[in-house]
């Protein structure tokens, strides 16, 4: 009787040691945190005038900025080839034997007066104006004119060729006139080629043309009329 009391008394006293360890062990986990949490808060100023228990201390979180490393995550090697590559896709010289790489933007034909003028005034309405005016009457005419935008991203140099068909009254006509041309933009650039005289005389009324490019014996650019 006495031993399974004493042992009763052991297990109650063994029980109440775990219950004051596990107090002490919350205890110091809220200090804990509260240590850390100190330096990331600011105390909220006091009030005038407040006293005693009417004001109580609160703290609010700091705005603590996240800056984030700007250095790139790539290795010198690796940027290196990233700028090998970029400079592949912009374009590098043209390997020999490499026909060049070119595009016609725009292609704009008019008729060109006795002064060899296309408009009166430099203005799109007065030259769409005077370019019917001269459509009516082309006893007023001296000429057609070609104006070609066109880029290129390897040559500077190409020949610029206006293949023409035409009617002379009901005798179908045609003709080529061709000449070197030079890319001087920076991304596009306009050229000008004229049929005059009496090759235009010969020639009679335009009714449908095709523009080429050409690099050496090989076409690299083609624009045409509708009715080509």
């Known amino acids: 009787m006495e031993s399974s009391l004493g042992l009763r008394r052991e297990a109650q006293r063994h029980a109440a040691l775990a219950r004051a360890g596990a107090g002490r062990s919350l205890r110091t986990s809220g200090a804990l945190q509260s240590a ?51 400079a592949l896709a912009l374009g590098l010289p043209m390997l020999p034997g490499q026909a060049a790489s070119a595009r016609l933007v725009k292609v704009l034909h008019h008729f060109m007066d006795q002064q060899g003028r296309i408009a009166l005034n ?37 020949i610029l060729k206006i293949e023409l068909r035409g009617n002379r009254g009901k005798i179908p006509t045609t003709k080529i006139i061709e000449q070197p041309v030079r890319f001087r933009g920076l991304f596009s650039t306009w ?38």
């Not at 769409?128 to 001296?142: C, F, I, N």
């Open 122 to 158: 430099p203005s799109l309405y007065e030259r769409d104006a005077y370019q019917v005016q001269l459509r009516t009457h082309p006893a007023e005419r001296s000429g057609l004119r070609f104006d070609v935008q066109w880029k290129s991203r390897d040559a500077d140099r190409v």
């Open 191 to 228: 050229s000008r080629i004229t049929l005059t005289g009496e090759e235009y005389q010969k020639f009679g009324e335009l009714s449908a043309w095709r523009a080429t490019l050409w690099d050496g014996n090989k076409q690299v650019a083609e624009q045409s009329s509708f009715l080509w």
């Open 36 to 86: 850390i949490a100190a330096p990331l808060c600011r105390r909220s100023p006091k009030p005038r005038g407040s006293t005693g228990d009417s004001w109580k201390e609160s703290r609010v979180p700091l705005d603590i900025p996240i800056v984030f490393d700007g250095r790139s995550p790539y290795s010198p090697a690796m940027r290196a080839l990233r700028m090998l590559l970029l």
